[in-house]
């Protein structure tokens, strides 16, 4: 099983409907949770972090399921330039420095 | 906002030369990474380097390559008698905690 998995996708999604998607990760000692954005060829870019709590950042919502080991990503009111590649991104406890990736999911947002 | 900076940002080799990657980091930040990225896999981490010292490495960071910080500013990543396999978009990054900052990356092809 992948450390850490994402469904590829691409998501093909009209403009302004909501959207998620989810990332499962297989190790329990998990202890840091992010998702980053990545548009085609270039960096990834931190796009919030997950907290046990789950949280909000304007559009977009993430929530963290530690019992069944899934983090979700939820967007609201889809806007074209959401179209990216969404990577689950895992730090394991026993490591402060090693980030897990996961290998992406593909958004398109359609007019 | 600060930037990580990598130079140069597209490396063309010829398969068993050696070539060094360049990344000048947020200045204040203390931890420094790279990573890879085939095109359209997936970011792969390389190795951290705290306080002078690596402090983590991937099985993929073999011999083959070594990092450095020659100065208070740079951080670099050599490898060495490049493969085809070496073909990569490679990313630094740098963090005061936590997750990275990651630079536009150095697209390297090696023919």
């Known amino acids: 099983r992948k450390e850490v998995e994402q469904d590829p996708g691409p998501f093909n999604v009209p403009e302004g409907a909501t959207v998620a998607f989810n990332c499962t990760y297989s190790n329990s000692a998990s202890q840091s949770f992010f998702w980053y954005r990545q548009d085609c060829r270039k960096e990834p870019k931190l796009l919030m972090s997950?907290?046990?709590?789950?949280n909000e950042d304007g559009r977009f919502t993430a929530q963290l399921n530690r019992a069944s080991q899934y983090i979700s990503l939820l967007i609201r009111d889809s806007k074209l330039s959401d179209s990216a590649t969404y990577l689950c991104v895992v730090n394991i406890v026993d490591s402060n420095y090693q980030l897990i990736w996961g290998a992406g999911t593909k958004l398109i947002i359609k007019p | 906002e600060p930037e990580v900076t990598q130079t140069p940002s597209h490396q063309v080799t010829q398969m068993g030369q050696e070539v060094i990657l360049r990344c000048v980091p947020i200045s204040n930040h203390l931890y420094f990474y790279w990573y890879r990225q085939i095109l359209g896999q997936k970011v792969e981490f390389l190795v951290s380097f705290y306080n002078n010292e690596i402090s983590e490495k991937s099985e993929i960071f073999d011999d083959q390559f070594s990092v450095e910080r020659p100065d208070g500013s740079n951080f670099t990543l050599k490898i060495r008698s490049t493969k085809l396999e070496d073909s990569a978009m490679y990313f630094c990054?740098?963090?005061?905690?936590?997750?990275?900052?990651f630079g536009s990356g150095t697209r390297l092809t090696v023919v």
């Open positions: 997950v907290y046990s709590s789950g």
């Open positions: 990054a740098s963090s005061a905690q936590g997750v990275g900052t």
